[in-house]
Protein backbone atom coordinates (compact mmCIF):
# COMPACT_ATOMS: atom_id res chain seq x y z
CA UNK A 1 0.00 0.00 0.00
CA UNK A 2 1.31 3.64 -0.70
CA UNK A 3 2.13 5.42 2.24
CA UNK A 4 0.52 8.49 2.89
CA UNK A 5 3.32 11.14 4.09
CA UNK A 6 2.04 13.70 5.65
CA UNK A 7 -1.08 13.89 6.60
CA UNK A 8 -3.28 17.32 7.69
CA UNK A 9 -5.19 16.05 10.79
CA UNK A 10 -7.78 19.13 11.10
CA UNK A 11 -9.95 18.68 14.17
CA UNK A 12 -12.85 20.56 15.76
CA UNK A 13 -13.50 23.48 13.55
CA UNK A 14 -17.14 24.11 15.03
CA UNK A 15 -17.93 26.30 11.92
CA UNK A 16 -14.87 28.97 12.37
CA UNK A 17 -14.80 29.53 9.12
CA UNK A 18 -11.49 32.26 9.90
CA UNK A 19 -9.34 30.09 11.69
CA UNK A 20 -10.18 27.50 8.79
CA UNK A 21 -9.09 29.55 6.12
CA UNK A 22 -5.85 30.43 7.69
CA UNK A 23 -5.06 26.48 8.27
CA UNK A 24 -5.83 25.83 4.95
CA UNK A 25 -3.68 28.69 3.83
CA UNK A 26 -1.23 27.13 5.59
CA UNK A 27 -1.18 24.34 4.48
CA UNK A 28 -0.77 25.03 0.56
CA UNK A 29 2.63 25.30 1.71
CA UNK A 30 2.56 21.89 3.29
CA UNK A 31 2.16 19.67 -0.15
CA UNK A 32 0.33 17.18 1.97
CA UNK A 33 -0.99 13.72 0.42
CA UNK A 34 -4.53 14.37 2.19
CA UNK A 35 -6.12 15.79 4.78
CA UNK A 36 -8.50 13.98 7.83
CA UNK A 37 -11.18 15.98 9.13
CA UNK A 38 -11.54 14.66 12.42
CA UNK A 39 -15.06 15.87 13.21
CA UNK A 40 -17.23 18.49 15.48
CA UNK A 41 -16.89 20.49 12.00
CA UNK A 42 -19.99 22.85 12.18
CA UNK A 43 -21.48 23.56 15.29
CA UNK A 44 -20.69 27.59 15.52
CA UNK A 45 -21.32 30.30 13.55
CA UNK A 46 -20.76 29.88 10.02
CA UNK A 47 -21.60 25.90 10.03
CA UNK A 48 -23.16 26.28 6.36
CA UNK A 49 -20.13 27.81 4.75
CA UNK A 50 -17.60 25.76 6.98
CA UNK A 51 -19.19 22.69 5.66
CA UNK A 52 -19.04 23.44 1.65
CA UNK A 53 -16.18 24.81 2.15
CA UNK A 54 -14.47 21.63 3.32
CA UNK A 55 -15.98 19.42 1.07
CA UNK A 56 -14.60 21.53 -1.52
CA UNK A 57 -10.89 20.98 -0.88
CA UNK A 58 -9.72 18.84 -3.76
CA UNK A 59 -7.21 16.10 -3.22
CA UNK A 60 -7.66 13.07 -0.83
CA UNK A 61 -9.70 14.02 2.50
CA UNK A 62 -11.18 11.45 4.44
CA UNK A 63 -13.99 12.71 7.02
CA UNK A 64 -14.10 11.59 10.45
CA UNK A 65 -17.61 11.58 12.05
CA UNK A 66 -17.44 13.60 15.62
CA UNK A 67 -19.94 13.52 18.21
CA UNK A 68 -21.78 17.04 18.12
CA UNK A 69 -22.08 16.01 14.00
CA UNK A 70 -24.27 13.67 15.31
CA UNK A 71 -26.04 16.12 17.22
CA UNK A 72 -26.06 18.80 14.05
CA UNK A 73 -27.52 15.75 12.40
CA UNK A 74 -30.46 15.56 14.35
CA UNK A 75 -31.60 19.34 15.46
CA UNK A 76 -34.59 18.51 16.77
CA UNK A 77 -33.27 16.31 19.41
CA UNK A 78 -30.09 18.07 20.21
CA UNK A 79 -28.80 19.18 23.57
CA UNK A 80 -26.65 21.78 22.90
CA UNK A 81 -28.31 25.18 21.52
CA UNK A 82 -25.61 25.77 19.11
CA UNK A 83 -25.46 22.09 17.86
CA UNK A 84 -29.50 22.99 17.17
CA UNK A 85 -29.00 26.57 15.62
CA UNK A 86 -26.84 25.00 13.49
CA UNK A 87 -28.45 21.90 12.60
CA UNK A 88 -31.60 24.01 11.22
CA UNK A 89 -29.32 26.18 8.55
CA UNK A 90 -28.02 23.19 6.65
CA UNK A 91 -30.31 21.46 4.36
CA UNK A 92 -31.31 17.84 4.53
CA UNK A 93 -28.90 16.50 2.42
CA UNK A 94 -26.28 18.37 3.98
CA UNK A 95 -26.94 16.77 7.57
CA UNK A 96 -27.53 13.02 5.62
CA UNK A 97 -23.93 13.94 5.17
CA UNK A 98 -22.80 14.68 8.32
CA UNK A 99 -24.71 11.37 9.74
CA UNK A 100 -23.44 9.36 7.54
CA UNK A 101 -19.61 10.12 8.05
CA UNK A 102 -17.66 7.23 9.52
CA UNK A 103 -16.16 7.54 12.94
CA UNK A 104 -12.94 5.92 12.14
CA UNK A 105 -10.18 6.37 9.61
CA UNK A 106 -7.41 4.41 9.30
CA UNK A 107 -4.23 5.80 6.78
CA UNK A 108 -0.94 3.77 6.13
CA UNK A 109 1.52 7.12 6.83
CA UNK A 110 4.86 6.71 6.12
CA UNK A 111 7.53 7.22 9.04
CA UNK A 112 5.11 6.04 11.38
CA UNK A 113 3.09 2.95 10.01
CA UNK A 114 -0.98 2.28 10.42
CA UNK A 115 -2.26 5.35 11.98
CA UNK A 116 -6.20 5.62 13.48
CA UNK A 117 -7.90 8.78 13.31
CA UNK A 118 -11.03 8.59 15.41
CA UNK A 119 -12.93 11.63 16.77
CA UNK A 120 -12.37 11.21 21.00
CA UNK A 121 -11.26 7.58 21.34
CA UNK A 122 -11.25 4.51 19.24
CA UNK A 123 -14.46 3.46 20.87
CA UNK A 124 -16.46 5.84 21.67
CA UNK A 125 -16.99 9.53 19.98
CA UNK A 126 -17.84 11.54 23.43
CA UNK A 127 -14.82 9.57 25.65
CA UNK A 128 -12.84 12.06 27.83
CA UNK A 129 -8.97 11.72 26.99
CA UNK A 130 -6.41 14.97 28.03
CA UNK A 131 -3.32 15.25 29.00
CA UNK A 132 -4.01 14.46 32.68
CA UNK A 133 -5.59 11.48 32.24
CA UNK A 134 -3.72 8.64 34.43
CA UNK A 135 -1.79 6.00 31.47
CA UNK A 136 -3.58 3.40 32.98
CA UNK A 137 -7.16 4.38 32.36
CA UNK A 138 -5.48 5.27 28.80
CA UNK A 139 -3.93 1.71 28.38
CA UNK A 140 -7.53 0.18 29.22
CA UNK A 141 -9.11 2.85 26.34
CA UNK A 142 -6.52 1.29 24.04
CA UNK A 143 -6.59 -1.90 24.80
CA UNK A 144 -7.13 -4.33 21.59
CA UNK A 145 -5.79 -1.58 19.26
CA UNK A 146 -3.55 -2.48 16.72
CA UNK A 147 -2.52 0.47 15.09
CA UNK A 148 1.16 2.26 15.91
CA UNK A 149 -0.63 6.33 15.88
CA UNK A 150 -4.18 6.89 17.27
CA UNK A 151 -4.77 10.41 16.72
CA UNK A 152 -7.99 12.42 18.36
CA UNK A 153 -9.32 15.43 19.16
CA UNK A 154 -13.17 16.46 20.83
CA UNK A 155 -11.26 17.38 24.10
CA UNK A 156 -9.54 21.06 21.90
CA UNK A 157 -6.28 19.83 24.17
CA UNK A 158 -3.25 18.81 22.26
CA UNK A 159 -1.13 16.03 23.28
CA UNK A 160 1.38 13.37 21.91
CA UNK A 161 2.36 10.95 24.23
CA UNK A 162 3.42 6.72 24.16
CA UNK A 163 0.77 4.24 25.70
CA UNK A 164 3.26 1.37 25.57
CA UNK A 165 3.55 0.70 21.84
CA UNK A 166 0.95 3.25 20.64
CA UNK A 167 1.62 6.75 20.13
CA UNK A 168 -1.49 8.76 21.54
CA UNK A 169 -2.19 12.20 19.63
CA UNK A 170 -4.66 14.59 19.99
CA UNK A 171 -4.44 17.23 17.23
CA UNK A 172 -5.75 20.09 19.16
CA UNK A 173 -8.83 22.30 18.15
CA UNK A 174 -8.91 25.18 15.24
CA UNK A 175 -12.32 26.84 16.31
CA UNK A 176 -12.72 26.26 19.86
CA UNK A 177 -8.89 25.18 21.37
CA UNK A 178 -8.63 25.18 25.04
CA UNK A 179 -4.67 26.52 24.82
CA UNK A 180 -4.16 29.62 26.62
CA UNK A 181 -3.40 31.19 23.33
CA UNK A 182 -5.96 31.93 20.47
CA UNK A 183 -5.07 30.81 17.48
CA UNK A 184 -5.92 27.41 15.69
CA UNK A 185 -4.71 24.26 16.43
CA UNK A 186 -3.89 21.11 14.43
CA UNK A 187 -0.99 18.84 13.34
CA UNK A 188 1.21 16.98 11.11
CA UNK A 189 1.23 13.89 10.87
CA UNK A 190 4.07 11.84 9.02
CA UNK A 191 6.99 11.47 8.81
CA UNK A 192 6.64 12.34 12.44
CA UNK A 193 4.28 14.16 14.61
CA UNK A 194 4.24 17.56 14.26
CA UNK A 195 1.72 19.70 16.60
CA UNK A 196 0.52 23.31 14.83
CA UNK A 197 -0.88 26.28 15.46
CA UNK A 198 -1.42 29.01 13.47
CA UNK A 199 -2.43 32.78 13.84
CA UNK A 200 -5.76 34.53 12.91
CA UNK A 201 -7.28 37.79 12.26
CA UNK A 202 -8.60 37.66 15.50
CA UNK A 203 -10.96 40.74 14.50
CA UNK A 204 -12.44 39.32 11.72
CA UNK A 205 -13.09 36.07 13.00
CA UNK A 206 -15.07 38.05 16.20
CA UNK A 207 -16.97 40.27 13.44
CA UNK A 208 -18.14 36.74 12.19
CA UNK A 209 -19.42 35.33 15.28
CA UNK A 210 -21.37 38.89 16.43
CA UNK A 211 -23.30 38.96 13.17
CA UNK A 212 -24.18 35.19 12.86
CA UNK A 213 -27.02 35.25 15.09
CA UNK A 214 -25.50 32.12 16.88
CA UNK A 215 -26.88 31.52 20.71
CA UNK A 216 -24.36 33.07 23.15
CA UNK A 217 -22.36 34.50 20.11
CA UNK A 218 -21.46 37.45 22.51
CA UNK A 219 -20.45 35.21 25.40
CA UNK A 220 -18.45 32.84 22.84
CA UNK A 221 -16.18 35.96 21.52
CA UNK A 222 -15.43 37.35 24.70
CA UNK A 223 -14.29 33.71 26.30
CA UNK A 224 -12.41 32.37 22.77
CA UNK A 225 -11.31 34.74 20.98
CA UNK A 226 -10.70 37.82 22.91
CA UNK A 227 -9.34 35.92 25.27
CA UNK A 228 -7.83 32.15 25.87
CA UNK A 229 -9.15 29.31 28.16
CA UNK A 230 -6.28 28.25 30.02
CA UNK A 231 -4.86 24.77 28.96
CA UNK A 232 -4.50 23.20 32.47
CA UNK A 233 -7.64 24.41 34.23
CA UNK A 234 -9.77 23.15 30.23
CA UNK A 235 -7.70 19.41 30.88
CA UNK A 236 -8.59 19.58 34.56
CA UNK A 237 -12.44 20.33 34.22
CA UNK A 238 -11.91 17.47 31.52
CA UNK A 239 -10.75 14.93 34.07
CA UNK A 240 -13.04 15.57 36.52
CA UNK A 241 -16.26 14.51 34.00
CA UNK A 242 -14.61 11.95 32.83
CA UNK A 243 -15.39 7.72 33.46
CA UNK A 244 -12.83 5.67 35.42
Known amino acids: MFALMPVA ?13 AVLAALEREQVDAIVIGGDVVAGAQPVETLERLR ?3 GRVHWVRGNVDREVAAPESAE ?3 ARWSGERLNEAQRSFLANLPERQQLDVGGLGRVLFCHATPRSDEEI ?3 LTPIERL ?11 VVCGHTHIQD ?5 AIRWVNAGSIGMPYESEVAAFWALI ?7 RTSFDVDAA ?9 PTAEEFASENLLAAPDRDEAAAFFESRADG
Not at 9 to 21: K, N, Q, R, S
Open 9 to 21: ALYDVHGMLVPLE
Open 56 to 58: ALP
Open 80 to 82: WPV
Open 129 to 131: VTP
Open 139 to 149: EAILEGVSADV
Open 160 to 164: DRRVG
Open 190 to 196: GPDVELR
Open 206 to 214: VAAVRASGM
